[in-house]
């Protein structure tokens, strides 16, 4: 069995694909008992997220999982596959420590997706699909994850334009976690806002787009509401924080609509990001006294100040993986060869207790004692000896030095040791 990590993610597959195969976190414990029910995989736990859908899991060879992901959401496999990828070993505990540690998100450095692991592998507790192999390394995913965002700056600086979004809303308001947002558009780069906005949790997010499949697409994604376009002037006062991008050739926010909104706010404050080319939001809002208005240009700004500082945290976070992995894979080696090593101590101890009643018979009959002693030093030497020299002795060809150097190295032995002629 070897360890593997199976799935997708927002840089592999877009959205409508991702969608089909994520799971409900009602349904996450049936589908890990449903996954483990044969022995073509042993241990097994699922991270589904809005971003990716990964299965970690012990198995022979990956095939199986991959079929039973797409049987398990009924689709063809043909419509998944080409999406995939396959991780074995190495490149599994790798790929699960930058994904603990922020390395893998759309968001690079965000500190959600840490939660979301330890919920994942919570469940697979719960379904008692966590075997050693897995526990463990979840264990050290959480120590690597810790250690990259407590020793370096991967969270610290703003390194996307979703990013500077929230923090400069976060400049007006405090806590984005007190605020109602509204998302105008429903196309990449809202959705990469919706993302960052819902990890800081606000009060209620509103996504407002003329399609209205792609806008319930994302509103079930962050548990959202949705409202038409037309919509929006009778329903912006009660927004503090909005974010439009779209591709209309004119504004959609004009400037009587915001004076009539703040109006009805009674002049509390109101934040409005304008991502759009050409603009969504008529420029004369800026001049208004309680509008805060950001355009592309603005939050250009504040990404370039942080990319220098955040891409010197993720050499220091991969670094930090790295060594970490050899680590884990070093645990991983040594795990199997206990059976080994426990096997051979035991036909040891077999040996010592035979050779040992033995002597102890002999003792009680009144033989000599220093023959005694002798006959079982040669016993232990024997028997133990029989293994290694019956395999150096049935070598032939060119495994015969291949032997020689391998008893050589189990037995520490050098030409000094040889004995005398």
Known sequence: MQLYALGLNHHTAPLAIRERVAFAPSCLDHALRDLTQDAAVREAA??????????????????HAADWLARFHQLPLGDVSPYLYSHPARDAVRHVFRVASGL??????????????????????????????????????????????????????????????????????GRVADQHVLFIGAGEMIELCAAHFAGAQP??????????ARAQALSERFNAHFISMEAIGERLAGFDIVVSCTASPLPIVGLGLVERAIKARRHRPIVMVDLAVPRDIEAE??????????????????????????QQAVVEAEGIISERVEGFLHWMRHRDTVPVIRALRARAEDIRAAEMARALKLLTRGDDPHAVLEALSHGLVNK????????LNQAEGEHHADAGRLVSQLFDLHHGDQPRG
């Open 46 to 63: 699922i991270l589904s997220t809005c971003n990716r859908t990964e299965l970690y899991f012990t198995a022979d060879a990956p095939q």
């Open 384 to 391: 133990l000896m029989h293994a290694p020299t019956h395999y």
């Open 104 to 173: 893998d998100s759309m968001v690079v450095g965000e500190p959600q997706i840490l939660g979301q692991v330890k919920e994942a592998v919570r469940h697979a507790e719960d379904a008692g699909t966590l075997g050693t192999l897995l526990h463990k390394l979840f264990q050290n995913t959480f120590a690597v994850a810790k250690e990259v965002r407590s020793t370096t700056a991967i969270g610290a600086n703003i390194v996307s334009m979703a990013a500077a979004a929230v923090h400069l809303a976060e400049r007006i308001f």
């Open 285 to 310: 809002v800026a001049a208004l006294d309680d509008v805060f208005l950001y355009t592309i240009d603005d939050l250009a700004k504040v990404v370039e100040a942080g990319q220098e500082s955040r």
């Open 203 to 212: 009060r209620s997010i509103t996504i407002a787009n003329r399609s209205e």
